[in-house]
């Protein structure tokens, strides 16, 4: 079974996951043009946003009308960056989970691994349409409003007159990079929570042997403990790997959506900005909310193996083996938590902290525009 297969289509579709079908040296170098093409096009966009905020901006409202994007093109850059720079530790995390232990035993555990890629799909799916849609709504907005008065969609700074045939190079350099910044924030997101959610299916999987013990002639309860002491080995490569980009996404979606309420105040209810401010906001709280909510269903996930061990009838195996399950239960006791620069665990407490920093955040700026 391939193990997040709609995720890595994002991935290559943003250039930064090579696909099966490149074998040959000449399709190799192909895509890693295309991959390229992808990074100087995000790089330069976001150095054009980094110049604008250096030189053009001089008060509250350029500062929030320029940052929101600065903000989300910083993080599509380095989440590629991140992911061409972890693309081997990234295939071996998945590629863990189709081999022993964590490779299915029977029928029941292949049914539950697939259960869980299956909630992860439609996950991917729903995001994915999400995001598009409002890229989609940003770019028809923008087409009906600036491109009739030759404005660019972004505050931009550039090295050379856009104002003759050159406007419509830029203009159509900023709708790709909207598109690929938004093709990536997918691809990657969906990466990290998909993991997630495949640690979930293990620990179910280790609750499902659990379960069996009881029936078992000879129970091998060391094998489980292996196990379970793997899977908590598995969460610290993958926090490891991707540590840097959930401080990053954190961080940068608390500006974004502290910067967007801000627009809104400032924008009028009965228009095309409005919608697209709206929307802008839904993806950026629903890209911080999929991090804590799968960092939150990974904690309580893994404290299940406690109940798990209560509920099975363990009173017929020896002392050895009642010991090993006591020791699985006190490691079960320790949660399995997803933290951001080792300070914030990735749970549902932590997605209202971020709601409360970018209102407090927003008034902040609307006390200095008023005074």
């Known amino acids: 079974m391939?193990?997040?297969?709609?995720?890595f289509k994002i991935l290559i579709i943003g250039g930064c996951w090579q696909p099966a079908f490149c074998s040959t040296g000449c399709k190799r170098i192909l895509y890693a043009s295309y991959t390229v093409f992808v990074l100087l096009l995000m790089h330069t966009f976001g150095l054009?946003?980094?110049?604008?905020?250096?030189?053009?901006?001089?008060n509250t409202d350029d500062l929030s009308d320029s940052l929101y994007m600065f903000i989300a093109t910083v993080l599509s850059c380095f989440k590629i960056v991140t992911i061409l720079m972890n693309h081997k530790s990234i295939g071996t995390l998945c590629e863990t989970l189709r081999t022993k232990p964590c490779k299915p035993r029977n029928y029941e555990e292949e049914t539950i691994q697939r259960e869980?890629?299956?909630?992860?799909?439609?996950?991917?799916?729903f995001y994915m349409a999400l995001v598009e849609i409002t890229v989609f709504c940003m770019i028809l907005s923008s087409l009906l409003t600036d491109f009739r008065h030759k404005k660019l969609a972004y505050n931009a700074w550039l090295p050379f007159n856009y104002s003759g045939k050159l406007y419509y190079v830029a203009y159509i350099h900023q709708l790709a990079a909207l598109t690929g910044a938004s093709v990536l924030n997918v691809g990657c997101d969906v990466i990290f929570c998909g993991l997630c959610v495949h640690v979930c299916s293990q620990l179910e999987i280790l609750q499902n042997r659990l379960k069996e013990l009881p029936s078992q002639d000879r129970p091998d309860v060391g094998t489980i403990v292996r196990f379970h002491e793997y899977l908590y080995g598995y969460v610290s490569m993958m926090q490891d790997k991707f540590k840097t980009i959930?401080?990053?996404?954190?961080?940068?979606?608390?500006?974004?959506v502290c910067f967007i309420l801000y627009q809104l105040t400032n924008t009028p209810l009965m228009s095309f900005r409005y919608l697209q401010f709206v929307m802008y906001m839904a993806c950026m709280m629903a890209q911080v909310f999929f991090y804590c909510w799968y960092g939150n269903e990974l904690m309580l996930k893994s404290v299940e193996i406690v109940e798990t061990i209560c509920e099975i009838d363990w009173t017929g195996l020896d002392n050895k083996r009642k010991k090993s399950l006591i020791t699985i239960m006190k490691r079960a006791m320790i949660?399995?938590?997803?933290?951001?620069?080792?300070v914030f665990t990735m749970n549902l407490n932590t997605f209202v902290s971020i709601l409360k920093m970018s209102y407090s955040m927003y008034n902040l700026l609307q006390r200095r525009k008023e005074s």
């Open 116 to 125: 869980y890629d299956s909630r992860i799909g439609s996950v991917t799916i």
């Open 2 to 7: 391939a193990i997040l297969e709609p995720a």
């Open 48 to 58: 054009s946003q980094l110049f604008n905020v250096i030189l053009n901006v001089k």
């Open 246 to 256: 959930i401080s990053v996404q954190l961080m940068s979606s608390t500006l974004v």
């Open 335 to 342: 949660p399995i938590e997803l933290t951001s620069a080792y």
